[in-house]
């Protein structure tokens, strides 16, 4: 669709394909280490997809971390919800835009709630864990910070 659509603007093909090959979007269904997945699904329908994916992974010792920037605590509620998990880990205070996690958490079945910026060590010592799965979904400033906490770089 996008080669088509461009190549109607004047574009070069060979140039557009090129760059289609080359778009990297971090945090989509994105493996940081044999054990860690992160998604930036921040929506019903993108964590339902999240959600059939991760039923189908080996290990079913599965922790979630959850974050999101949504404004409307009923929908977060829902979203935090979507995915099955053993242990759920509630984040909160990861940018100036989360959503407090106590706008929602009530109403979610969680083992933890934790402020990622003044709690980055517990997330530091989850990432290492290696006998869980671990899935971080929500935000993609959440995202953003996991990425950065664990060290990951994409391209080295």
Known sequence: MVLTCLSNLGF??????KGLKNI????????????????????????????????????KNIVTLF????????????LAKMIPTRERILIDDFC???????????E???????????????????LQ????TIVIYGSFYLIGEIMRLSRYQPFA
């Open 12 to 17: 070069d093909k060979k140039i557009i394909q």
């Open 67 to 78: 974050g999101t920037t949504q404004v409307d605590p009923e929908s977060a509620k829902e």
């Open 96 to 106: 100036d835009r989360s959503l407090p996690y106590s706008s929602y958490a009530d």
């Open 129 to 132: 864990e290696k006998e869980k």
């Open 24 to 59: 990297y979007n971090p945090g989509r269904f994105e493996w940081l280490a044999p054990n860690i997945l992160v998604d930036t699904a921040n929506n019903a329908e993108n964590i339902k997809i999240l959600a059939k994916m991760v039923d189908k992974l080996p290990n």
């Open 108 to 126: 979610v079945k969680h083992t933890e709630k934790i402020h990622l910026l003044h709690e980055e060590e517990k997330i530091k010592k989850w």
